[in-house]
């Protein structure tokens, strides 16, 4: 009895002392776990951390009012129909709770479970987050996390109540203006606007955009894609603006009339905490190109006078822009006929065609040159030269005091290869001379049509030429046969 006696308050103890080992190692009574995510959601999970503004909470409530200090540990859950991000096993971070009290948890308490270290993978767009840093797929998402009792490792979370959220990157601006494959005259450059439209509106709590205009130039020798190799081609201006328009200024980088150019733009757009709005295509819109141009109008109100068998005068009106005119003319009715092509200054709005056939028809049209760039031709015009039946007499002999009817302004200076006018169509080409202001000797030749374009030597003394290169007084003398021209 005594050794009876003796052993059972031992084994009183010893139950006592089970009982209390099997209670801390039992699962504690249900947990509920409740996730919050605050928007603007972000596609990065290093963004939900590491933002200044909370952005995740987690509130645990264990529901048995008597068990306090219980220890959990957490493994989080992340997942939408084509990714699921989540902990393998729980994190060894131990959290304790009091019975039927909230415990809040924040992104500070949380950063370990979104840490890469931490995180498995899978699903057919994980290869997409990982190629991306880390940039979540768009795509609707729930964000939970389950409960473990530390001690055991036993699941205790009867349910998780996940924060679901929708992530879609916005898209970047359209172009307006100016017109993709477009034509920009250089004289209003200045006021060109290029101008887009903004498609994230939508996108709530993100109150601050900002646009980069980028225009670049495509070299003529440039090869490939100049759409998709943007930032291979030579940048000229980069400006960042909060407007969606963008004015190209004097004080900017000269556009040059002829080349061709390219220009995107850029959004951004970030809320009060400096955290960034994903745009698809990193936020740049398409390429659009255009060509810069000069306004070098062709010439018009072209009149042809003087017609005789062997000459034409043309007479145009002024062109602002002209630093030089293109003179074509050729026979007409000749399919593919040779066009001649003559190049006069800007200085003189008339140019005479000689040596031409009698009694034939020609065709002519005047091109401008400007600075940068030449116009189309101006509209054809025809004329038909006289016979030689009515010209012979005119051609030969002819009177050369035309001061009632011709500028009277002088030509300062008359050189070696010019050509003088007569009244009746010759063209006197210009060999040896002497003389200023309007009076000039000398000699040189011209061209008989009706002798087959026989060469023949002239002189001349104290002529009288105009600055429109024509004969005003005075005469020419063919050296052989003293004849006037």
Not at 129 to 153: C, M, T, W
Not at 410 to 420: A, T
Not at 466 to 474: C, D, I, Q
């Amino acid at each position: 009895m005594k050794t009876n006696f003796i052993l059972l308050p031992m084994f009183f103890v010893l139950f006592i002392g089970t009982t209390n080992e099997y209670s801390q190692a039992q699962v504690i009574s249900p947990v509920s776990s409740q996730t919050f995510l605050f928007p603007p959601y972000l596609h990065r999970l290093q963004d939900w951390i590491q933002s200044p503004e909370n952005k995740i909470e987690l509130r645990l409530r264990l529901l048995d009012a008597s068990v306090s200090n219980a220890g959990v540990c957490l493994r989080m859950k992340l997942f939408s129909n084509n990714l699921q991000i989540e902990n393998p096993t729980p994190i060894p971070q131990i959290f304790y709770l009091n019975g039927n009290e909230n415990l809040i948890l924040n992104a500070a308490d949380l950063w370990s479970y979104f840490s890469h270290t931490n995180l498995r993978l899978s699903g057919s767009d994980q290869n997409d987050f990982i190629k991306n840093g880390g940039q979540l797929p768009d795509g609707i998402y729930h964000l939970s996390f389950e409960v473990y009792e530390a001690r055991s490792g036993n699941k205790v979370s009867f349910e998780e109540i996940p924060a679901i959220f929708s992530l879609l990157s916005c898209d970047p601006p359209i172009l307006n203006t100016p017109f993709n494959e477009s034509t920009v005259l250089m004289e209003n450059i200045p006021l060109t606007r290029f101008q887009w439209t903004p498609r994230h509106w939508s996108a709530k709590g993100f109150v601050s955009t900002e646009y980069t205009f980028e225009i670049a130039e495509i070299p003529e020798s440039f090869l490939g894609d100049w759409q998709q190799n943007f930032n291979s081609l030579p940048l000229i201006l980069k400006e960042n603006t909060t407007q969606c328009s963008f004015s190209y200024g004097m004080e900017l980088p000269l556009l040059k009339p002829g080349n061709r150019y390219a220009f995107r733009v850029k959004a951004s757009c970030q809320n009060r905490n400096g955290e960034s709005l994903l745009f698809k295509n990193n936020g740049y819109s398409e390429v659009f190109s255009f060509v810069c141009k000069e306004n070098c109008t062709p010439v018009s109100n072209v009149q042809i006078t003087a017609i005789t068998s062997c000459s034409a005068s043309l007479n145009w009106s002024n062109q602002i822009r002209a630093e030089k005119y293109k003179i074509y003319y050729r026979k007409g009715g000749i399919e593919n006929a040779q066009w001649f092509i003559k190049k006069i200054s800007s200085d003189t709005l008339h140019y005479a065609l000689d040596n031409l056939e009698a009694a034939t028809t020609y065709e002519c049209k005047i091109g401008t040159i400007c600075a940068y760039s030449e116009s189309d031709p101006s509209n054809t015009y025809h004329f038909t030269t006289l016979s030689s039946e009515n010209t012979v007499l005119q051609c030969g002999n002819h009177n050369t005091n035309n001061t009632n009817t011709q500028d009277q302004s002088p030509l300062f200076l008359l050189q070696r290869f010019d050509k003088v006018q007569t009244k009746m169509g010759f063209a006197i080409n210009i060999e040896e001379v002497s003389g200023e202001n309007g009076y000039f000797s000398g000699s040189g030749y011209t061209h008989i049509p009706l002798l087959a374009n026989t060469g023949i030597k002239v002189k001349f003394k104290h002529i009288f030429v105009n600055k429109n290169y024509e004969l005003v007084s005075g005469k020419f003398e063919a050296s052989s046969s003293k004849k006037k021209l």
